[in-house]
Structures are given as C-alpha cells and as structure tokens.
C-alpha cells in the first residue's frame, strides 16, 4: 500500500521542491547584483514582494548561504555560499570542459577546431579535432602563437589588459611581416576595438600559415576575464570569415556557452553584432 507520504516524496521528486526554486531565484539575483543589496533591490530583481524575499532571507541567513551587514541593513551571500564557490572553482577542469567543447563544435560546423590558453609565452594551441572531410588543416600543439598573426592571439590581444600583450605587440610590430594596416599601434589598436566589437577574430591574409585561415571567440571564466579561446581553422577560401554568418555565429554560441559553465555572467552574443 502506497501512503500519503509516499505519495508526496514521490511527487517532490518529479517536479522538485518549490521552496528551493524560490529560495537559488533569490540567490541568483544577488549573485547578479554583483554588491550587497537591500532588501527592496533583491525582492525587484527577483519578482518578488519584499515580504516573501525576507522571510526566504531569514533561512538563507541561518543555512550560512546570506549574511546580513548590522550596520547598513544590507544583505551578501554568505560564508557557506563563498565556501561552496571556491570548492567548485577547485574542482573545476577548465581544460576538460574546454576540449569537450572544441569536439561538440567539430560535430556541429565539421571544420578543424582547436583550444588555446594564455601560457608563459602567449596564446597555446594545447589540443585540435579533426572534422570529418578529406582536406583538412592540421594544428601544431604546444607552440605559442603570436597575437597579430593568428586568430588566438588577436583574440587574447583584444580582451586582455593592454599591460600584459603591449610588450609583446611593440616587439610584434618590429619583427613581423604585417598587412600595411596593422604597422602601427593605431593600426593595431583598431583591429582590436573591432574584434571586440565583433566578438570574434577572423584572419586570412597574414595568417602565419601560408594557405590557412581561421577565426576564433574568446572564453571567459568567472572573474569575466579572458581565459581560453575557441578556434576554428580551414583551408584558405573555403571557410565563411563573415562575422555575420553562421559559422561565426556557431562559434560565439560555443564560447559564450563554455564561459557560461566557468562561471562568467557576461551577457551572451547578439544575433548580429556590429563590425
């Protein structure tokens, strides 16, 4: 015989516990206030009167998941909250969610994907996928790239601090063969402000790979800082460089989504960004 109680975990364990929805709605908005907050700001970012928001903060308060400042009223997530996110952070595999990712648009655009981060040297080309076509583009692994000359290294030179590529792009400028345009800082200085106008980095001629070209989306973690980028790389014209076309619109959704599993709040791409 089944009881009433019975029938009631059951229940909560298909459709989930009500309470607790509310209760991370709650938490969500204060994580998005990016601040502390008084209460009449935390009930109108989560849609809530102000005396429902308390009576969930009271618990929240007692779960270690909010404090509440004495002196201002305000409210901030927790000591428990803060623990539980720097747990995740130390769990976290950055690398294994990004070469997941680089497979996942592989199936999705069949072109060579590739993953990089930022080493002691610059951008990395750490791990590539192969699509499945019978001319393909191999990728070098593990030998840094330069920031004017590959679609990676134009994408951490567009969302980096400028103090940590300026050195690198003074001594670029002196030694690499460019186009005419990127000769200057002013030059370079504009290609940037358009990539992230764009939010992405193509590049075919002065790519440094003779017959190759590619375009790559930066990847942000959960300070909002540029942590890895995505990178798709194809045989000279026969790939769609248009930032407003679909490969560059798959790959932006990949990145944006990878960010999004790191932690970054950043808003996502627009359907048809500005160049």
Do not use: C
């Not at 991370?24 to 809530?48: E, F, N, P, Q, Y």
């Not at 618990?59 to 404090?67: I, M, N, P």
């Not at 019978?134 to 980096?160: D, E, H, I, K, Q």
């Amino acid at each position: 015989m089944i009881t009433g109680q019975q029938m009631s975990d059951a229940g909560d364990g298909k459709h989930g516990v009500q309470s607790l929805e509310i209760g991370m709605t709650i938490l969500r908005a204060m994580v998005k206030g990016h601040r502390s907050m008084m209460l009449k700001d935390i009930a109108a970012a989560a849609g809530m009167t102000a005396p429902k928001v308390h009576r969930y903060l009271v618990s929240l308060v007692r779960a270690g998941l909010v404090e509440q400042d004495p002196l201002t009223s305000r409210y901030d997530l927790g000591p428990f909250a803060l623990r539980m996110g720097l747990v995740a952070i130390d769990r976290m595999d950055r690398l294994r969610f990004g070469l997941a990712a680089i497979a996942e648009l592989r199936d999705r655009v069949n072109e060579t994907t590739a993953l990089a981060i930022w080493g002691d040297m610059g951008p990395v080309i750490v791990r590539w996928e192969r699509p499945r076509r019978p001319v393909t583009v191999n990728v070098m692994t593990g030998v840094p790239l330069r920031l004017l000359n590959s679609a990676a290294g134009r994408a951490f030179a567009a969302w980096l601090p400028k103090a940590r590529t300026s050195a690198m792009i003074a001594q670029e400028l002196k030694t690499l063969k460019l186009p005419e345009r990127l000769r200057t800082r002013a030059g370079v200085d504009a290609l940037l402000a358009s990539i992230r106008a764009a939010g992405i980095a193509a590049i075919s001629d002065g790519y440094f790979a003779a017959g190759v070209e590619a375009m790559a989306a930066p990847v942000f973690n959960f300070k909002d800082e540029v942590t890895m980028a995505l990178v798709v790389v194809g045989v000279k014209d026969t790939i769609d460089l248009s930032p407003h076309g679909a490969l560059a619109a798959d790959l932006r959704a990949a990145a944006h989504t990878l960010s999004e599993r790191l932690g970054s709040s950043l808003p996502g791409p627009d359907p048809a960004p500005a160049v």
